[in-house]
C-alpha cells in the first residue's frame, strides 16, 4: 500500500548534515558510536511512528514519503526551507536583564541557557552584558541542509 498524506507511518532513519555529522537517528547502536545518546540520556532510540498531516515531522519529510511503500528505502536531500528554514536575524531578540533574570526565577543565567515562550517557542540564551540578554529563536538546524536515509517499516 503506497502512503498518502495523512497515513500513519513507520520508520527508520538517520539524519546528517553536509559535513556527515548525524544529528539524529533511530537507530540505538549509530546512536551510541556517534554519541547522541550521551547527548540524549532520556532518549529511546527507536523507529519513529507518526501520523502524515500532525506537522510532527519537517515538510520536506513528509511529502518525500509520500507514494513509498513498505520496505522502501532512500536517501533524500532536504533544503531548509523544506525543513527548519533559513537562519535569520528577525527571530534574535534582546531583553533587559532585570526583566529576563525576573522571568527565569531561581535558574542560574549563562550562556546556553534554553529558554520557551509562553507560545512554546524554543530559544537559546546567546549573549549576557550587564543591560541586556539576547536569545537565539532560530532552530539549532535552520539553514542547515539535511540528507536523510530512510526505511518504510509500517503504513496504516
Known amino acids: 500500500m ?13 539524519g546528517r548534515l553536509d559535513d ?13 558510536e556517534v554519541g ?3 547527548e540524549n540520556p532520556e532518549r529511546d532510540f527507536k523507529p519513529l511512528e507518526v501520523k502524515l498531516g500532525s506537522g510532527r515531522i519537517i515538510e520536506g519529510l513528509s511529502e518525500e514519503l509520500i507514494g513509498m ?3 522502501d528505502e532512500k536517501t533524500l536531500t532536504i533544503p531548509p526551507e523544506k525543513a527548519y528554514g533559513e537562519y535569520t536575524d528577525e527571530r534574535i531578540a534582546d531583553y533587559d536583564r532585570g526583566d529576563f533574570e ?14 520557551e515562550t ?3 517557542l ?12 539576547v536569545v537565539d ?5 535552520a539553514g542547515e541542509t539535511l540528507t536523510f536515509e530512510i526505511e518504510v517499516l509500517d503504513v496504516e
Do not use: C, W
Not at 2 to 14: G, N, P, Q
Not at 20 to 32: H, I, K, Q, W, Y
Open 36 to 38: 547522541l545518546d550521551q
Open 122 to 133: 524554543p530559544g537559546e540564551v546567546k549573549e549576557i552584558t550587564p543591560d541586556e540578554v
Open 69 to 71: 511503500t513498505v520496505g
Open 102 to 115: 525576573e522571568m527565569i526565577g531561581d535558574r542560574e543565567l549563562a550562556e546556553g541557557f534554553n529558554v
Open 137 to 141: 529563536f532560530n532552530h539549532e538546524l
Open 2 to 14: 503506497a502512503i498518502t498524506d495523512e497515513d500513519s507511518v513507520t520508520i527508520s532513519y538517520t
Open 20 to 32: 556527515g555529522t548525524v544529528f539524529d537517528t533511530s537507530d540505538e547502536d549509530l546512536a551510541r
Open 118 to 120: 509562553e507560545d512554546g
